[in-house]
């Protein structure tokens, strides 16, 4: 994993200040701008919305990278937990927040692992040097090709 993933410039996107550090106050904002794009994206919502009805069924859900994704964060995986209003549809409002929710998990996973000296800061040396970190890149649902 982790193949045509250029290290340095993502460290560099992500670094927001241009610190030589990554904060995790950079990585909630990279969570919240990437998952808002996610609504937009052909390989986010709209592209598991595969009958374009505006809602992700149980079947669209089923074989879809959101799922695999939930399940790699280690959050509630099942439909039925998802779709909190119970109308047979994770909508994009639903989408958007365990999107959030497991993105942000996965961050801690990255912070837990790829800041070696636990200064709550991740250096691009750690960030280069992490296996734990390229592994987990997207923090989000992946679109295709990704890693």
Not at 43 to 61: C, H, L, P, R, S
Request: charged share 30%; hydrophobic share 35%; aromatic share 10%.
């Amino acid at each position: 994993m982790g193949i045509g993933i250029d290290k340095p410039a993502q460290f560099n996107a992500w670094d927001a200040n241009q610190d030589g550090k990554w904060s995790r106050e950079e990585a909630d904002y990279v969570i919240y701008e990437r998952n808002q794009a996610l609504i937009l994206e052909g390989n986010g919502f709209e592209g598991i919305d595969k009958n374009v009805d505006g809602g992700i069924d149980a079947n669209e859900y089923k074989n879809s990278n959101l799922k695999i994704f939930l399940e790699e964060a280690g959050t509630g995986s099942a439909y039925e937990d998802i779709d909190t209003d119970k109308d047979n549809y994770i909508m994009p409002k639903e989408y958007i927040k365990v999107v959030e929710k497991a993105s942000k998990r996965k961050m801690d996973l990255i912070f837990s692992q790829a800041d070696t000296n636990h200064d709550q800061f991740i250096s691009e040396a750690e960030f280069t040097q992490s296996g734990a970190l390229v592994n987990s890149v997207c923090v989000f649902p992946c679109e295709e090709g990704e890693l």
